[in-house]
């Protein structure tokens, strides 16, 4: 592999989900914050007329929602992340004030912010961290091994154990739960989420899908083709990187406005060329859509022929050259992959084998953020 890839580091531990603490002696307001809560997802919500008098329940508490009445209680309370000044007059301007006074991250009036605040209570309760890391590979020809690195890349970070979730975002590719060896697992496929709008629960998508080789999957069912809209993509995509670790997307060659929904959430994509000529021009169109849409965006060399042997390809910097794109690495032949899938093994499975050690490789070069199991 070539290249680095940065990122922040993040914690690892896993915060169980709870409820925002809730300050405030209107029982208008409570009411509609109680509502709120539930409809994020939080579960135990704390209330209080005031500064919790037991140690450290301010400081632990994943949110805290003040209540415009409550501003002056909690003035001497010790300043941290997460306070949000709620009221319910749009005309008052002294809350700005008071929400300064108080050290707010932001002052929310209801009910023109509900679901923005709707939103920021479910992020607390899911314990929401630095997104996962999210990896897009796209075949640059048909044929290239794109659906076999994304399996491998997938397998081999739950191999580490990341958190690791594999996105089928090719509706035509046959379903990568096959490729893995689980077309009859039971759980979730892309046709349940076609009618998703607005914010999709990040641990619920999880815990819905198929679990195979200790990574989730979601993949396309053996039915008939159903139009999955930009809008439901980009919120299944969205809960699968709240959860953080890694999100790993295999991509199709063409790009729509599905597509585009993934590459604009991606931090890195791979086109996987094979070192021919007319694999390269085949690549270029491709690429050059891709992106527009994606600011990281690297090749990873194939073996030239479909039969994988090798022999007479361009060289791997000519193809970067030619494509204009960072040479992120070359993969190996791998002989026998055919007769693996059919014992078992998908890519990647074999933790010595070539394919593992290149994937191996490159997510040395990723530091990912809160992304152990």
Same mark, same amino acid.
Request: with cysteine.
């Given at each position: 592999?070539?290249?680095?890839?940065?990122?922040?580091?993040?914690?690892?531990?896993?915060?169980?989900?709870?409820?925002?603490?809730?300050?405030?002696?209107?029982?208008?307001?409570?009411?509609?914050?109680?509502?709120?809560?539930?409809?994020?997802?939080?579960?135990?919500?704390?209330?209080?007329?005031?500064?919790?008098?037991?140690?450290?329940?301010?400081?632990?508490?994943? !949110?805290?929602?003040?209540?415009?009445?409550?501003?002056?209680? *909690?003035?001497?309370?010790?300043?941290?992340?997460?306070?949000?000044?709620?009221?319910?007059?749009?005309?008052?301007?002294?809350?700005?004030?008071?929400?300064?006074?108080?050290?707010?991250?932001? *002052?929310?009036?209801?009910?023109?912010?509900?679901?923005?605040?709707?939103?920021?209570?479910?992020?607390?309760?899911?314990?929401?961290?630095?997104?996962?890391?999210?990896?897009?590979?796209?075949?640059?020809?048909?044929?290239?091994?794109? =659906?076999?690195?994304?399996?491998?890349?997938?397998?081999?970070?739950?191999?580490?154990?990341?958190?690791?979730?594999? *996105?089928?975002?090719?509706?035509?590719?046959?379903? !990568?739960?096959?490729?893995?060896?689980? +077309?009859?697992?039971?759980?979730?496929?892309?046709?349940?989420?076609? +009618? =998703?709008?607005?914010? /999709?629960?990040?641990?619920?998508?999880?815990?819905?899908?198929?679990?195979?080789?200790?990574?989730?999957?979601?993949?396309?069912?053996?039915?008939?083709?159903? =139009?999955?809209?930009?809008?439901?993509?980009?919120?299944?995509?969205?809960?699968?990187?709240?959860?953080?670790?890694?999100?790993?997307?295999? !991509?199709?060659?063409?790009?729509?406005?599905?597509?585009?929904?993934?590459?604009?959430?991606?931090?890195?994509?791979?086109?996987?060329?094979?070192? +021919?000529?007319?694999?390269?021009?085949?690549?270029?169109?491709?690429?050059?859509?891709?992106?527009?849409?994606?600011?990281?965006?690297? /090749?990873?060399?194939?073996?030239?022929?479909?039969?994988?042997?090798?022999?007479?390809?361009?060289?791997?910097? +000519? *193809?970067?050259?030619?494509?204009?794109?960072?040479?992120?690495?070359?993969?190996?032949?791998?002989?026998?992959?055919?007769?693996?899938?059919?014992?078992?093994?998908?890519?990647?499975?074999?933790?010595?084998?070539?394919?593992?050690?290149?994937?191996?490789?490159?997510?040395?070069?990723?530091? /990912?953020?809160?992304?152990?199991?």
């Amino acid at each position: 592999m070539t290249g680095t890839i940065t990122r922040a580091p993040g914690p690892t531990a896993e915060r169980g989900p709870d409820g925002p603490l809730i300050v405030t002696e209107d029982t208008a307001l409570l009411d509609d914050l109680l509502r709120l809560c539930a409809a994020a997802g939080a579960r135990r919500p704390q209330v209080h007329h005031g500064v919790p008098r037991a140690r450290g329940t301010w400081e632990a508490a994943p !949110l805290v929602l003040v209540g415009d009445d409550a501003a002056g209680r *909690v003035r001497t309370a010790g300043r941290r992340a997460g306070v949000l000044l709620v009221g319910r007059d749009q005309d008052d301007a002294g809350v700005w004030r008071r929400g300064v006074e108080i050290g707010a991250d932001h *002052v929310l009036v209801l009910p023109g912010d509900e679901q923005w605040l709707v939103d920021r209570i479910a992020d607390a309760a899911e314990g929401a961290g630095p997104p996962a890391f999210t990896v897009g590979v796209i075949g640059g020809r048909g044929g290239a091994g794109a =659906s076999t690195l994304a399996c491998a890349l997938a397998l081999t970070s739950a191999r580490a154990g990341n958190r690791t979730l594999l *996105v089928d975002a090719d509706p035509l590719g046959g379903g !990568l739960d096959v490729l893995l060896g689980g +077309e009859r697992a039971s759980g979730l496929r892309w046709p349940a989420f076609a +009618e =998703s709008r607005g914010r /999709v629960g990040g641990s619920a998508l999880e815990e819905s899908l198929p679990k195979l080789h200790s990574l989730r999957v979601l993949s396309w069912d053996r039915g008939e083709t159903v =139009s999955v809209s930009p809008e439901a993509v980009r919120a299944v995509l969205a809960a699968a990187r709240r959860r953080g670790g890694v999100v790993v997307a295999d !991509l199709p060659r063409r790009v729509d406005e599905s597509a585009g929904e993934v590459l604009a959430q991606l931090d890195l994509g791979l086109v996987v060329v094979p070192a +021919e000529l007319r694999a390269v021009a085949a690549a270029q169109r491709l690429a050059g859509a891709a992106g527009l849409l994606l600011r990281d965006l690297r /090749v990873v060399i194939a073996p030239p022929g479909r039969s994988g042997t090798g022999v007479g390809g361009l060289a791997a910097e +000519e *193809v970067a050259r030619l494509l204009g794109l960072p040479l992120a690495g070359e993969l190996p032949v791998e002989s026998g992959l055919l007769a693996a899938q059919e014992d078992g093994i998908p890519p990647g499975g074999n933790a010595r084998g070539p394919l593992a050690r290149f994937c191996a490789r490159f997510w040395a070069q990723v530091p /990912v953020a809160g992304g152990a199991t």
